[in-house]
C-alpha cells in the first residue's frame, strides 16, 4: 500500500512531470552540515552538560519551566500546552488574539508572586507559539522574528565572544531572563549562576535518559559538570548558553523517510517524487525549500496585518519588513499541536485553508508577482498532508529516541494533588557569617521548597537544609519556608529566626534588644 495513499497521478507520470516542475533533482540534496562556530566547538561533555540545562525546571526563577517545556520533541520541537494572549487591543477573547506557550507566573524582583493585570495568579503567556528548537538550526537568525542574530555578545561583560553562526547561543540567552518566560521581574545574570551552583541537576525530572543519568552520576553538581565541558567549574551566561547550543546542534533530524529515500547515488524514491511534484505544484517550495524545508527568509503570508504584530520590521527597523515572520520548516510539522506564530490552527487542514484564502493581505509569493495564495484541489490536500506526516517526520523525533530522548518533567506530572504538608521542626541558627537552615521533609514528602528571608525569595532547594552565607548577627532575620509538590502546590509556611532581636522604629531607627540592655542607632538609607 503506498504511504501516502492513492494519488492523483501514476507514478510514471509524477515523475515526467517531476522533471518539468522547478523543483530540480539537485535541490533532493542530503541535509548540509549544522553551522558551528569557531568559538563554540562540540564536545561530548560540552552536549550532555546542554542536554541537562535545557530539560531542568530549576533554570526558571520559580523552578516550574524549562526550556523543553515549551520545546517537546514529540510535538516537533514545539509546544503540546497552548495559552491564549491578548491581541494589539490588550484584550483577552477577542478576534486578534494569538495562542503561545504558557511560561511562570508573574513575580516581583524579590521572587514573590504578584498577581499581573492579565493573567492574575496564573503561569503568562507569550504572544507567540513556540518554534522548533531544532527544526531551523542551520539558520542564522532565530524566534519568529529573528532577533537572535549570528554574532554573541556576552551580557554580563559586553564583549563579543562569538563573531558568527551564534544565533542558537543566542536564542538560548534570551528566555532566561525573560519576565513572562522563566524569570522574575529584572532578574540579572548572577542569579542564574547562583542558582546553578547550588541546584542538584535535573532535580525535579524523572525517566533521566541514559547519558545525562550517568553524567550525573559522575559528576553530581552544576560546578562539576562545567568544569568537565569548559575546563574549571566557573558559570557564567555565555557558557550555560554555549552548552544548551551544542546539544541542540546534534539533534539533526536526517532519518525522514525523505531522506532516506533521496540518498545520493540512489534512485529517487517515486513516492518522494510525487510528494514533491504535489508541493511545488500547490507553490509550496517557494518558500519551504528542500532539503531543509524552508529558506530561513521573512514573508508576509496575509495571516494577520502588520499593525497586530510588526514581526520582522520591529527588529529591522525596515518598514518594508513588518508583518513578516520566518518560515518554519516543514520537517516534523505533522507531529506540530499548533501552526503559525499565532498558533490559531490546530491542524494542517486548516493551513492549507489559509493558503486559499489568506486572511489579510499577503505579498506576492516570492520571486513572482502572483499573489500569495494557491489553488489545492480537494483530493490534492489530503496527500499534501500524508506527505508531511509520513515522509518528512523522523521516526527518532516522533518516539523520542536518541539524540531526541528527554526526562519528565516535574510540570508533566500534576494529577490530582492537594497541597503538601507543612515542613516540619525548621531551624534557623547562626554560625559565624551564615545561617544555617535545617528542616525535615513533610509526610508524604515534597519536590522542593521555597525559601524567603525577610520578604525575598532566597532559594528553592529540593531537598531539606540551606545556607544563607553574608548575614550579620546583629540584626533579626525572618524566614518562611513552604512545601511544593509536583504541581507546585504549597503546604502552610513554616517560620523560623536567626540573630539578635531588633525593633525598628519609624524613620529608620532600630533597636538592638540583649540582655544587658539596649543599643539605638539610625539605619543608613540605601543609596
Known amino acids: 500500500m503506498s504511504r501516502i495513499g492513492p494519488r492523483m497521478l501514476a507514478a510514471a507520470a509524477a515523475v515526467a512531470a517531476f522533471g518539468a516542475s522547478s523543483i530540480a533533482f539537485a535541490a533532493l540534496a542530503a541535509l548540509p552540515p549544522v553551522p558551528v562556530p569557531a568559538e563554540n566547538p562540540i564536545t561530548e561533555p560540552k552536549r550532555v552538560l546542554g542536554k541537562i540545562l535545557f530539560w531542568d525546571e530549576q533554570l526558571?526563577?520559580?523552578?516550574?519551566?524549562?526550556?523543553?517545556?515549551?520545546?517537546?520533541?514529540?510535538?516537533?520541537?514545539?509546544?503540546?500546552?497552548?495559552?491564549?494572549?491578548?491581541?494589539?487591543?490588550?484584550?483577552?477573547?477577542?478576534?486578534?488574539?494569538?495562542?503561545?506557550?504558557?511560561?511562570?507566573?508573574?513575580?516581583?524582583?524579590?521572587?514573590?508572586?504578584?498577581?499581573?493585570?492579565?493573567?492574575?495568579?496564573?503561569?503568562?503567556?507569550?504572544?507567540?507559539?513556540?518554534?522548533?528548537?531544532?527544526?531551523?538550526?542551520?539558520?542564522?537568525?532565530?524566534?519568529?522574528?529573528?532577533?537572535?542574530?549570528?554574532?554573541?555578545?556576552?551580557?554580563?561583560?559586553?564583549?563579543?565572544?562569538?563573531?558568527?553562526?551564534?544565533?542558537?547561543?543566542?536564542?538560548?540567552?534570551?528566555?532566561?531572563?525573560?519576565?513572562?518566560?522563566?524569570?522574575?521581574?529584572?532578574?540579572?545574570?548572577?542569579?542564574?549562576?547562583?542558582?546553578?551552583?547550588?541546584?542538584?541537576?535535573?532535580?525535579?525530572?524523572?525517566?533521566?535518559?541514559?547519558?545525562?543519568?550517568?553524567?550525573?552520576?559522575?559528576?553530581?553538581?552544576?560546578?562539576?559538570?562545567?568544569r568537565q565541558a569548559f575546563g574549571d567549574a566557573r558559570i557564567d551566561a555565555v557558557r550555560a548558553a554555549e552548552a544548551i547550543a551544542t546539544y541542540e546542534r546534534t539533534l539533526v533530524p536526517d532519518q525522514t523517510p525523505y531522506d532516506l529515500g533521496t540518498q545520493p547515488g540512489k534512485p529517487v524514491d517515486p513516492e518522494i517524487q510525487r510528494g514533491m511534484l504535489l508541493l511545488d505544484t500547490a507553490h509550496c517550495t517557494a518558500c519551504h525549500k528542500p532539503p531543509l524545508f524552508t529558506d530561513n527568509k521573512f514573508h508576509n503570508i496575509g495571516l494577520r496585518r502588520p499593525y497586530q504584530d510588526p514581526g520582522r520590521g520591529k527588529i529591522s527597523g525596515d518598514p518594508a519588513d513588518n508583518g513578516r515572520f520566518k518560515t518554519p520548516t516543514l520537517r516534523n510539522s505533522g507531529l506540530r499541536a499548533s501552526f503559525m506564530h499565532t498558533g490559531e490552527f490546530t491542524d494542517l487542514h486548516k493551513v492549507l485553508d489559509h493558503y486559499v484564502t489568506p486572511k489579510a493581505e499577503a505579498?506576492?509569493?516570492?520571486?513572482?508577482?502572483?499573489?500569495?495564495?494557491?489553488?489545492?484541489?480537494?483530493?490534492?490536500?489530503?496527500?499534501?498532508?500524508?506527505?508531511?506526516?509520513?515522509?518528512?517526520?523522523?521516526?527518532?523525533?516522533?518516539?523520542?529516541?536518541?539524540?531526541?530522548?528527554?526526562?519528565?518533567?516535574?510540570?508533566?506530572?500534576?494529577?490530582?494533588?492537594?497541597?503538601?504538608?507543612?515542613?516540619?521542626?525548621?531551624?534557623?541558627?547562626?554560625?559565624?557569617?551564615?545561617?544555617?537552615?535545617?528542616?525535615?521533609?513533610?509526610?508524604?514528602?515534597?519536590?522542593?521548597?521555597?525559601?524567603?528571608?525577610?520578604?525575598?525569595?532566597?532559594?528553592?532547594?529540593?531537598?531539606?537544609?540551606?545556607?544563607?552565607?553574608?548575614?550579620?548577627?546583629?540584626?533579626?532575620?525572618?524566614?518562611?519556608?513552604?512545601?511544593?509538590?509536583?504541581?507546585?502546590?504549597?503546604?502552610?509556611?513554616?517560620?523560623?529566626?536567626?540573630?539578635?532581636p531588633t525593633l525598628e522604629l519609624a524613620g529608620g531607627a532600630v533597636i538592638l534588644l540583649g540582655a544587658g540592655g539596649f543599643w539605638l542607632w539610625r539605619r543608613r538609607k540605601a543609596a
Open 363 to 500: 505579498e506576492p509569493l516570492p520571486g513572482t508577482d502572483q499573489p500569495y495564495k494557491t489553488t489545492i484541489e480537494d483530493n490534492q490536500r489530503q496527500q499534501i498532508i500524508d506527505f508531511l506526516i509520513t515522509d518528512l517526520t523522523d521516526p527518532r523525533v516522533a518516539a523520542e529516541q536518541y539524540p531526541f530522548d528527554r526526562p519528565i518533567l516535574r510540570s508533566e506530572r500534576q494529577a490530582g494533588q492537594g497541597a503538601p504538608g507543612r515542613p516540619e521542626e525548621f531551624k534557623a541558627k547562626m554560625v559565624g557569617d551564615k545561617v544555617e537552615l535545617t528542616w525535615t521533609a513533610p509526610k508524604g514528602g515534597a519536590e522542593d521548597y521555597l525559601l524567603v528571608r525577610d520578604g525575598r525569595v532566597i532559594g528553592l532547594p529540593t531537598q531539606p537544609g540551606f545556607e544563607d552565607p553574608g548575614q550579620t548577627p546583629w540584626l533579626r532575620h525572618r524566614y518562611r519556608l513552604v512545601a511544593r509538590n509536583d504541581a507546585a502546590a504549597a503546604s502552610q509556611p513554616a517560620s523560623a529566626g536567626a540573630g539578635a
Open 60 to 226: 526558571s526563577s520559580d523552578n516550574t519551566v524549562a526550556c523543553g517545556s515549551c520545546h517537546r520533541p514529540g510535538k516537533g520541537g514545539g509546544d503540546p500546552r497552548q495559552g491564549r494572549y491578548p491581541g494589539a487591543d490588550g484584550i483577552l477573547n477577542t478576534d486578534d488574539d494569538t495562542f503561545g506557550s504558557p511560561g511562570v507566573a508573574h513575580m516581583d524582583k524579590a521572587g514573590i508572586a504578584r498577581e499581573h493585570k492579565i493573567f492574575g495568579m496564573k503561569p503568562q503567556v507569550g504572544d507567540r507559539t513556540a518554534p522548533s528548537n531544532f527544526g531551523n538550526i542551520w539558520s542564522d537568525y532565530m524566534f519568529w522574528d529573528g532577533r537572535a542574530g549570528p554574532t554573541v555578545t556576552d551580557p554580563e561583560t559586553g564583549k563579543v565572544v562569538i563573531k558568527a553562526h551564534g544565533a542558537l547561543e543566542n536564542q538560548a540567552l534570551g528566555p532566561l531572563q525573560n519576565p513572562a518566560e522563566m524569570a522574575k521581574d529584572s532578574r540579572g545574570w548572577a542569579d542564574v549562576d547562583q542558582k546553578l551552583q547550588h541546584a542538584r541537576p535535573l532535580a525535579l525530572a524523572i525517566r533521566l535518559p541514559p547519558d545525562t543519568a550517568a553524567a550525573i552520576k559522575a559528576h553530581p553538581t552544576y560546578p562539576d559538570l562545567f
